[in-house]
């Protein structure tokens, strides 16, 4: 587990953190965003033990990173943007070197060989660094993070100049590796963060402006809740059977799309989920639901509105 207490940074008259707090569960994958300047580096060069804060804590299973920062980092595995690899030796060699490094106690053979096969890597494991792609370069980088089984993983651009199958790849990687590491993901591709992270912490000028999950920070910041569905079937029956799903408000406009296709505008109560409901009600009487989307933001606009917008600051919990 991850945990930021009050953490600061300065440097001269610049503050590039701003008490922040924060923190990240076992078994759970938190994406840290913000746009440039904003204070992530700082964070996670601290989180990692680069550099130290001016104030609060770090803490990684408890251990505070400035007070014990050996026995900390030995709980961290850290994949930075640009991985930290030795061109001129093999794999094997490199991951031997880092496995020493960190002065590994489990079976070296072993271990090594388990995490070339949870990376992909065993087919290149005695070929020199230099000659490997972008992307198996970015998977030996996430190999030595690997080494000695951390509880915790610091990801900073982990899909950086991948190609479309390679960022797949690791996505479903880090997912795998979220079920048993707490996965601190840093990253400037939106798309991204939904696809991997459980929940989401935006930073911006030094402050943390959003600490929840992207569906919570959507219902919060959207003034409008309404669904759009699409459904294959007769309007007036259609609408009468909507209309009784629980949670509906109000079907607030019908409109035929295609012939035998309509669009219903549907107002959920109390900003309830009734996706769940209207599919059932559908199915049940055999009709087909054509396409069903929210007018809620997009991560995209939240990250907008969080960052480039007014000066609107939310926390968990927040209405």
Known sequence: MIEVVNLSKQFGDIKAVDHISFTAHDGEILGFLGPNGAGKSTTMNILTGFISSTDGKALID???????????????????????????????????????????????????????????????????????????????GLAQALVGNPNVLILDEPTVGLDPQQIIDIRNLIKKLGKNHTVVLSSHILSEVQAVCDRIVVINQGKIVADDTEEHLSKTMSSDH??????EGPREQVFEVLD??????????????????????????????????????????????VEMKSLELSLEDIFIRLTMGDSLKLKKGAK
């Open 62 to 140: 408890g251990i505070d990173i400035l007070e014990e920062p050996q026995k900390a980092k030995a709980r961290i595995g850290y994949l930075p943007e640009q991985p930290p690899l030795y061109m001129d030796m093999t794999v094997k060699e490199y991951l031997c070197f880092i496995y020493d490094l960190k002065k590994c106690k489990l079976p070296r053979n072993t271990h090594l060989a388990d995490i070339c096969r949870l990376v992909k890597i065993e087919h290149v494991y005695k070929r020199l660094i230099r000659n490997l792609s972008k992307g198996y370069k970015q998977r030996v």
């Open 226 to 231: 309404r669904l759009y569905v699409k459904i």
């Open 244 to 289: 009784d799903v629980p949670g509906v408000e109000q079907i607030t406009d019908v409109y035929e799309r295609e012939p035998g296709v309509y669009e219903y505008r549907i107002q959920p109560e109390d900003d309830r989920d009734i996706r769940k409901g209207i599919f059932a009600a559908v199915a049940e009487n055999g009709w087909y639901i």
